[in-house]
């Protein structure tokens, strides 16, 4: 089973950034595409951004592109999501979760997937953007 631990979050001014980190263990991700999703109260869990297994493809919601950045650390068995420019929408729980993929499904599917059938959220983390 897939075990995340998700952390960076906290308070902060519009215009602010944060970096938040999530520390897979039990299994490496090395083969895993892995994605950052946003739980907001009252509206439906949302994919923010995904990478492929391999790196060399990534999606990112519109509301981020351009803001955020996802990232991963093989040796650390770590994803991360830089997030630059925040913006009051952006608050909410901040999950990750992966995946392994055959196929060719590009990397927005595969993140729509995960959010669908992923069944092993962690508590994540939460990110307040406020004056």
């Known amino acids: 089973q897939l075990h995340f631990v998700e952390s960076g979050g906290g308070l902060v001014q519009p215009g602010g950034s944060l970096r938040l980190s999530c520390v897979a263990s039990?299994?490496?991700?090395?083969?895993?595409?892995i994605g950052w999703f946003r739980q907001v109260p009252g509206k439906e869990r949302e994919g923010i951004s995904c990478?492929?297994?391999?790196?060399?493809?990534?999606h990112y919601a519109d509301s981020v592109k351009g803001r955020f950045t996802i990232d991963r650390d093989r040796a650390k068995n770590t994803v991360y999501l830089q997030m630059n420019s925040l913006k009051p929408e952006d608050a909410g729980v901040y999950y990750c979760?992966?995946?392994?993929?055959?196929?060719?499904?590009?990397?927005?599917?595969?993140?729509?997937?995960?959010?669908?059938?992923?069944?092993?959220w962690g508590q994540g983390t939460q990110v307040t953007v406020s004056s």
């Open positions: 039990g299994f490496t991700l090395d083969y895993y595409t």
């Open positions: 979760a992966a995946a392994a993929f055959g196929g060719a499904q590009t990397v927005q599917t595969m993140c729509r997937i995960i959010n669908m059938d992923f069944g092993s």
């Open positions: 990478m492929s297994a391999r790196g060399d493809s990534t």
